[in-house]
């Protein structure tokens, strides 16, 4: 059975509508595969989708209850359930103050319907133990009118045209104070240099010592190491600045192949310490930078992996650990036939 059909057979398993493009549940490490599933089951919103984490595929289950003071007790409730880990084997459970997260992997084989079906009847069952259901209601303001389900940033809701407004509002003020604020250029350059000269250095000694001697060469880790030596280097920078913004992920570029580049130049000295049986000398490693561009394209792999360390490099800015933060909310209504349309908010929200 394909993910499509799947999906189409979960909706009408649960009561619920198959919404093929959204991306709730989507993250940095984790995609959703064709949409999710969303419903109003015995009072509370629930949402269903498949998952892929690299190659480990994955079932998510939200089930949404009006916010709470506090965190439900349902992570033990559930675990403590008779039959409750029976279903799919192990489960990762995260209750929140106004939902709770079940979620497991599977290989192979998606998920049984039914059995699906019965694992969420047992969640809401245990919910209503501990949290309201929904009332027809807006959830933010409790007053006006709220029958139709809301995704906010993709999770299903209960929002009132004039709450959608003022929450658009209240975020895009966030946003603008968190772009007006001072950010410190100077001493982002400094701790970006300090980061990439203790990385790349790094980089450069280790590699020499695991493979320089002995001759081995393995491109995959020379051809990927430039994400963990963004890492630290995005750290500092942003840190330093005070905030994430557009000139920091171009000085994270820049240094990031810097420091990789560093890295690679002490990894060619001691190749060719290796090679000519000489001592280590700055004179060398000086000759070594007049010549990198003779050994970056040395041969085919050499060549990948210096593309590869331009690609990771430019990608950085769509990195966890260096992406800009998102305030302004997505509103959208589900539409019956699983499309999904804006509400009004989006239209007239300040840009
Ligand atoms: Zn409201």
Request: glycine fraction near 8%.
């Amino acid at each position: 059975m394909n993910v499509a059909t799947y999906m189409s057979q979960l909706a009408q398993q649960v009561g619920g509508i198959y919404v093929p493009k959204c991306t709730t549940f989507k993250s940095h490490y984790q995609s959703t595969m064709k949409g999710a599933v969303f419903g109003a089951y015995k009072g509370y919103l629930v949402a269903l989708a498949l998952t892929q984490a690299g190659r480990t595929s994955g079932f998510v289950m939200l089930v949404r209850y009006p916010k709470a003071p506090i965190v439900p007790p349902l992570q033990e409730a559930l675990k403590n359930r008779p039959g409750f880990s029976s279903f799919f084997g192990k489960k990762a459970v995260k209750a929140a103050v106004d939902g709770v997260s079940i979620s497991w992997t599977y290989v192979m084989t998606k998920p049984k319907l039914e059995e699906i079906a019965s694992l969420l009847d047992a969640v809401v069952e245990e919910v209503s133990k501990v949290a309201q259901p929904f009332s027809g209601k807006c959830e933010d303001c409790g007053a006006a009118e709220a029958r139709e389900i809301t995704l906010m940033n993709g999770i299903p809701g209960y929002h009132c045209p004039a709450c959608q407004m003022r929450t658009a509002e209240e975020k895009q003020r966030e946003a603008d104070e968190y772009r007006s604020k001072d950010a410190n250029y100077f001493l982002g350059v400094i701790a970006g240099l300090v980061a990439a000269a203790i990385t790349g250095s790094a980089w450069g000694w280790l590699i020499s010592l695991m493979e320089a001697d002995s001759g081995k060469w393995s491109p995959k880790l020379h051809a990927v190491i430039a994400f963990a030596v963004s890492i630290p280097i995005c750290w500092l920078i942003f840190k330093a600045i005070g905030k994430r913004d557009r000139v920091g992920q171009v000085l994270a570029i820049v240094l990031t192949l810097a420091a990789k580049w560093w890295g690679d130049t002490i990894y060619f000295t001691h190749v060719v310490m290796h090679v000519q049986d000489v001592a280590f000398s700055w004179q060398l490693v000086g000759s070594v930078v007049r010549h990198f561009w003779d050994y970056k394209f040395f041969d085919g792999g050499y060549t990948f992996v210096t593309i590869c360390d331009i690609v990771i490099s430019a990608a950085i800015p769509w990195m966890p650990w260096a992406s800009l933060p998102k305030f302004v909310p997505v509103f959208q209504n589900i539409n019956p036939d699983g499309s999904l349309s804006q509400t009004l908010t989006q239209g007239t929200a300040p840009r």
